[in-house]
């Protein structure tokens, strides 16, 4: 016990609940690092976690990505997140879903939750039966996919105006890794822009449709890293650049809509800087999600969130000039630019006490 409490101060998380329901089967942590800025959002994903200890982890990790993303993103919103252990297609029930919105009502609007891997609108919409604190249902915001697109689309100029000297993305070679919902998106806005467009993913019915829509070029999941391209997107799950990948690749720009992308932070960080790579920090390139549902919690307006997903752009151009200006990589950059903001409004906000 002491040691969970131990980890619990070195990132100072607030709180982590353990919720159980014998009835539905329900296993789920849900972990709130920071309410300095306001109530925690992120959303609930199902995984098929190896141990407690691997889920546990895996919430701490996300929870604080969550704090640094709205941070960045300049929302009123704490991190959170929650993890539901089991196999997707074997545990979902609507009991499941009805016991885990009491759990999340019982925290009384401290943490909010929203659609994540694994996990649909659809199964939020159950979740709202038990709790006023979930978003992105079928009825307001819906799907967050797109929005969280446009973000990582005008992100990706962003860092394409750094290493080019121009915005545009006419005959850029982009690798999409990862073409579910998020990464359809990506690349619609890519092909529109005049990229060609390289695209893999573990799954044969999104590539299917991804070919059949944009005419793109395929290759193997495990080639994706090698293959000759202007920027790499990876739009799938995590620490993907790691001490296996970096070698392989052969692009000038990383950024895509996965979180966590690095595999350690710190030491990949400065790998990617050596070899003279641009990456664009993932939780500030992949804010829309949360600008969108975050617009939803203050009266949904499509267009308005549109909009703050496209300043992205200007967000990661921060990032860069942070970058160049203390000479660090751009990993520390963005981290300097969401605890900036977090220290500064705690002067005037403290621990946020729901009304």
């Known amino acids: 016990m002491e040691e969970l409490f131990k980890r619990l101060e070195i990132d100072d998380y607030e709180q982590v609940v353990f919720n159980y329901d014998e009835a539905s089967g329900l296993k789920a942590i849900i972990a709130i690092h920071d309410t300095t800025l306001g109530p925690a959002l992120g959303g609930t994903r199902i995984w098929d976690y190896e141990s407690e200890e691997e889920a546990l ?23 959170g997140k929650a993890v539901i252990i089991g196999k997707p297609d074997q545990i979902k029930s609507e009991e499941l879903w009805r016991a885990y919105g009491r759990f999340i009502q019982s925290l009384n609007g401290r943490y909010i939750t929203a659609e994540d891997v694994n996990t649909s609108v659809e199964d939020m ?3 709202a039966e038990e709790t006023d604190y979930v978003t992105g249902l079928p009825s307001t915001s819906g799907d967050p996919s797109p929005v969280t697109a446009l973000g990582v689309y005008h992100g990706i100029r962003a860092a394409a105006d750094e290493a080019y000297g121009t915005s545009s993305l006419k005959n850029k070679v982009v690798a999409v890794q990862g073409v579910g919902h998020v990464g359809y998106h990506l690349v619609k806005h890519l092909k529109e822009a005049g990229a060609e467009v390289i695209v893999t993913d573990i799954k044969q019915e999104n590539i299917d449709k991804v070919v059949e829509d944009f005419g793109v070029k395929v290759v193997e999941p495990g080639k994706i890293y090698s293959v000759k391209s202007d920027i790499f997107a990876p739009c ?10 970096i070698p392989q690749l052969k692009c000038d720009i990383i950024a895509g809509a996965a979180n966590n992308v690095l595999e350690e932070e710190e030491r990949h960080g400065d790998l990617l800087k050596e070899k003279g790579i641009i990456y664009a920090p993932d939780y500030v390139i992949n804010a829309g999600g949360v600008i969108n549902v975050y617009d939803e919690l203050i009266g949904y307006d499509r267009e308005r969130a549109l909009k703050r997903a496209k300043n992205i752009y200007n967000n990661i151009k921060k990032v ?5 200006r203390d000479k660090i990589p751009t990993y520390e950059a963005a981290d300097i630019m969401a605890e900036e903001r977090i220290e500064k409004i705690g002067e005037v906000r403290r621990n946020f006490i729901p009304r």
């Open 57 to 79: 982890n895996d919430v701490l990790r996300l929870s604080k990505g969550m704090t640094y993303k709205s941070a960045a993103a300049g929302l009123n919103l704490g991190g």
């Open 125 to 127: 919409h159950i979740v």
């Open 236 to 245: 799938a799950l995590g620490a993907v650049i790691n001490d296996d990948t």
């Open 320 to 324: 860069f000039k942070i970058s160049k």
